[in-house]
């Protein structure tokens, strides 16, 4: 049997990717208050627009993420403008509805566009490099270190910079945020194209990973629920590393568990984290 | 050319009868057999329905030149099934009801055979057709139901028997998508590879819509398998194949055609997509019913299916022809086997084998599509299968394995 190193180190590439939507969807849910279902829906925009400025107009993959990135982050604000700001100040319940039928809509446009089929990257696929025994992919590696690389950038954006520290304290009191002269709906956009852009890149990870097909993103909302839940909600680095553990256990589960239960691991977690920690691992205030 | 699909059942209707005519007329009282075709000429089918349905014109062409059954011809009625089950128990009523069939022939797919089987079961109208799903001839259908498209048992059997033939591939791997059939498949090909001489290494079903199999690989890789046999659809199988390339897997892998298509080799890439072999239920190349066909309905060795459709019609034809004069879905059912399998004088088309019934002596069909011998629930005993390998991004007959 191989060594269980390999599968940790499968399980953090996996993690890496889960980690951006997670981050994203811990953001939205700690600014707005609701569960916003449509952000697996981001990777699949952002995955099929690379996919059109890759293999559509031939522009190199590097070119194609940075413009998914920017396509998913303005489709996720005329989202929050055309759907979620009328709704402002309901309550989440409905929001999180809303924002399961956003997901329906944005999936089937996908869907009318490039059809139901799956598509790839015009990209070769490499063989795996082999680093003390581990079997190490150059995408797995570029993926990770990107991924790493946005969310420390993420991360300064909200300690270091005015508009991080106006969305961290419209996080914490929003009402109280907006009597200070905080301007509460430039802060919500600007987490929104964020967290948009973040989902955007992961789809094209995911695509690239995997193949691209207009159910893609649905596929790994329970993981990334899971990773945001065991990160504590509204927690950026929690989300991170929660993302992580969920990568990891669901690999490593494979060795205990049938492969065919995989999705299943996601649902234990949640459920283990909300009977046992339910503010999660860096939700210390809820 | 584009032709409707109402003109093209218009015109083969009409072809049908006016072949029928002089037989009919050398028959003068003889009242024609009805016979219904339910091939998918619309929906997900429809780029096989035709095929099929122009097969079973030419065979019922040749049978009424020969004389018909005792005399009496076979007169045609055609109907579009539109790959749905809804549709096709509606057509299934009109042939039962209206056109009073004796036997619907080359039904495509699964759930429109199993939806229509209750009905031909009630009517004791005879049902034969290509669909592959194991539930099509399971449960209680009395006989009524066959099929020529082998189940997952026989395809497991024919894989192994391929898998086995190759020496250098000692230890071999399964790994197959979730699937009603993965697992009867699984169990027919890991038993007869063992029974080979081979070692299975690991046997492992897998969940669909993952974003990687790398950890599947991993584990997979790590019993040193020297062949890897897939068992999913498209999609997965890209997914996968790359996963395994990534992971420098350097061994063989063995998939069904059906997942190793164009599609796939456009999805990893001509250069992952080299060397990988995949199989397909074939005509029997060599048969003479196989020439005949090939002769008689131009095309028609481009399509999995319509040779099968050729020994729908003809088995049909024989079952009758051994029923001394009685004509119905039970004579049919009760006369297959009797004219399909061993033993018996071999036959390769209608003419043959009804000038040997006439002088009272026993028959054994071979088709175009195989052997055509049928097990008590209605399956086939055995189908020819083609090997394929991916050559420079595009796959290429290598064999054909025989049974």
């Known amino acids: ?286 | 050319m584009t032709i409707s699909r109402r003109d093209f059942v218009k015109a083969s209707g009409a072809a049908g009868f006016a072949l029928a005519a002089p037989a009919l007329l050398a028959a003068q009282s003889k009242e024609p057999i009805a016979v219904g075709t339910l091939c998918p000429l619309t929906g997900a089918g429809g780029s096989y329905g035709p095929d099929m349905q122009r097969a079973v014109v030419a065979v019922v062409e040749r049978i009424n030149r020969a004389g018909g059954i005792q005399g009496r011809p076979i007169q045609l009625f055609h109907e579009d099934d539109q790959t749905s089950a809804e549709a096709g128990v509606r057509a299934a009523r009109k042939l039962i009801d209206v056109n009073k069939v004796v036997a619907i022939v080359s039904t495509w797919a699964s759930a429109v055979t199993l939806a229509v089987r209750p009905l031909c079961v009630e009517a004791r109208v005879f049902l034969i057709g290509v669909s592959g799903a194991d539930a099509v001839t399971q449960g209680d259908h009395r006989g009524y139901v066959a099929r020529t498209q082998p189940n997952t048992n026989t395809q497991g059997r024919m894989y192994a028997r391929f898998a086995a033939s190759k020496k250098e591939w000692k230890r071999i791997a399964y790994m197959a998508l979730q699937t009603p059939y993965a697992q009867s498949f699984g169990e027919a090909f890991t038993g007869a590879v063992k029974a080979a001489g081979a070692t299975i290494t690991d046997s492992l079903i897998y969940e669909d819509k993952k974003p990687s199999y790398r950890s599947e690989v991993t584990r997979v890789l790590g019993t040193n398998p020297d062949l890897i046999m897939l068992g999913g659809y498209t999609p997965d199988s890209v997914v996968m194949v790359k996963d395994l390339y990534r992971a420098a897997y350097k061994g063989a892998i063995l998939g069904p055609s059906f997942a190793i298509n164009a599609k796939f080799i456009e999805g990893v890439g001509p250069d992952v997509a080299e060397g990988v072999w995949n199989m397909d239920r074939a005509p029997l190349f060599d048969s003479p019913a196989y020439k005949e066909f090939v002769a008689a309905v131009p095309g028609g060795d481009q399509s999995p299916y319509a040779p099968q459709a050729w020994d729908h019609m003809t088995l049909v034809a024989l079952a009758l022809a051994a029923g001394k004069g009685e004509v119905s879905g039970t004579v049919i059912k009760d006369q297959l086997r009797a004219v399909a399998n061993p033993p018996g004088a071999v036959v390769y088309s209608f003419a043959d084998g009804a000038k040997h019934l006439a002088e009272g002596k026993k028959i054994n069909y071979e088709g175009a599509s195989g052997a055509c011998d049928f097990d008590q629930i209605g399956d086939i005993l055995s189908a020819p299968f083609i090997v394929q390998q991916v050559r420079k991004g595009k796959n290429e007959r290598v064999t054909v394995i025989n049974p």
Do not use: C, H
């Open chain 1, 1 to 286: 049997m191989p060594a269980i190193t390999q599968y940790v180190f499968n399980g953090v590439v996996t993690g890496g990717i889960l980690a951006l939507p997670a981050v994203a969807f811990s953001l939205t849910w700690r600014l707005l208050r609701f569960p916003n279902f449509a952000v697996s829906t981001y990777l699949t925009v952002g995955a099929y627009a690379a996919l059109a400025l890759n293999v559509g107009l031939r522009a190199s993959l590097e070119l194609a993420w940075v413009g998914a990135v920017v396509v998913t982050a303005v489709t996720a604000l005329a989202v929050d403008r055309i759907a979620f700001r009328p709704m402002r100040g309901r309550r989440p319940f409905s929001l999180a509805i809303a924002s399961i039928g956003v997901a329906f809509v944005l999936e089937n446009v996908v869907r009318f566009v490039w059809g139901n089929d799956f598509r790839s990257y015009d990209v070769p696929v490499t063989r795996a490099m082999l680093i003390a025994g581990l079997r190490v992919g150059r995408e797995q590696l570029l993926i990770f270190a990107v991924a790493i690389a946005l969310m420390a950038l993420a991360q300064t954006f909200l300690v270091r910079t005015r508009l991080g520290i106006a969305m961290r304290a419209t996080a914490d009191n929003a009402g109280l945020a907006a009597v200070k002269g905080v301007p509460t709906e430039r802060v919500v956009a600007a987490a929104t194209l964020g967290g948009g852009a973040l989902a955007g890149g992961a789809g094209v990870f995911l695509g690239l990973d995997a193949s691209i097909d207009p159910l893609m993103g649905g596929s790994v909302i329970i993981s990334v629920f899971a990773a945001a839940i065991l990160g504590g909600i509204g927690s950026g680095p929690g989300a991170f590393v929660g993302a992580l553990i969920v990568g990891i256990v669901e690999e490593v589960g494979t060795l205990v568990v049938p492969p065919t239960y995989k999705t299943a691991i996601g649902f234990v977690i949640i459920l283990a984290v909300l009977l046992v920690r339910p503010t999660g691992l860096a939700g210390a205030r809820s």
